[in-house]
């Protein structure tokens, strides 16, 4: 198993462009989400999903859209990226419910000029 | 929702001493409690984690205490070794419980 895999790995942007983060993971695992992480913030989540066609909005949603189409994927997309949204994005997932490990994607990291 | 709280954001330890991270939780519905350990430009991985029923879990050098009453656990690292220095993450459910919301992190140096 390949288990949770982000791309791009690194990615520049101009100050309102849109693009769209991809996240996958071939545990079909049912919840999957998104963080971000700033230097001295920690993980903050932004959005999480329990199933295709469920999703939900986290601790920091603004300025970000999702969808869950299947299991396996999960995007983050920034219709008009900001400076403030630099930062290196992890995706997640887990199996169940209660006191499942959740197991991370390898980060993209976004830098916005 | 859930709120957690984490601390010491640093901690500097000689090699073989012990290390001990704190972290509190405002939810007392909550029922999980994991740490991750992120090493520079990797990703979080899970070390340990400890459920509501337990008060007390421990794998090798590393433990976790859990008071419910006072929502509040903690990590407890033994004989730290230089390859312990990294960021260490608390976390506990949303309300949901279908995702986690983390601490702040703890930077722990470790100095042979």
């Known amino acids: 198993n390949a288990g949770v895999t982000q791309t791009p790995k690194f990615q520049v942007l101009k100050t309102g462009q849109s693009m769209t983060l991809q996240c996958a993971q071939d545990m079909n695992h049912e919840y999957m989400s998104w963080y971000r992480q700033d230097p001295g913030m920690g993980l903050r989540l932004i959005h999480y999903?329990?199933?295709?066609?469920?999703?939900d909005q986290g601790e920091v949603p603004n300025g970000y859209n999702v969808s869950r189409s299947t299991t396996e994927d999960f995007p983050l997309r920034l219709l008009s990226a900001a400076p403030s949204q630099t930062s290196v994005y992890f995706c997640?997932?887990?199996?169940?419910?209660?006191?499942?490990?959740?197991?991370f994607g390898p980060g993209t990291r976004l830098l916005v000029l | 929702g859930e709120n957690v709280e984490q601390h010491p954001s640093t901690l500097s330890v000689q090699e073989g001493d012990s290390a001990v991270i704190k972290c509190t939780y405002s939810?007392?519905?909550?029922?999980?409690f994991p740490w991750y350990k992120q090493e520079l430009g990797k990703r979080p991985q899970l070390i340990i984690d400890?459920?509501?029923?337990?008060g007390e879990k421990k794998d090798q050098r590393i433990a976790v205490t859990l008071n419910k009453t006072a929502k509040h656990f903690s990590l407890h690292i033994t004989e730290t070794q230089p390859e312990d220095s990294a960021v260490y993450f608390c976390?506990?459910?949303?309300?949901?419980?279908?995702?986690?919301?983390f601490g702040k992190g703890t930077t722990l140096s470790v100095s042979s």
């Open positions: 997640a997932s887990k199996a169940g419910l209660a006191g499942e490990t959740q197991y």
């Open positions: 976390a506990a459910p949303n309300q949901a419980g279908t995702a986690l919301i």
């Open positions: 400890i459920r509501s029923n337990v």
């Open positions: 999903s329990v199933g295709a066609g469920i999703t």
């Open positions: 939810d007392s519905a909550s029922n999980y």
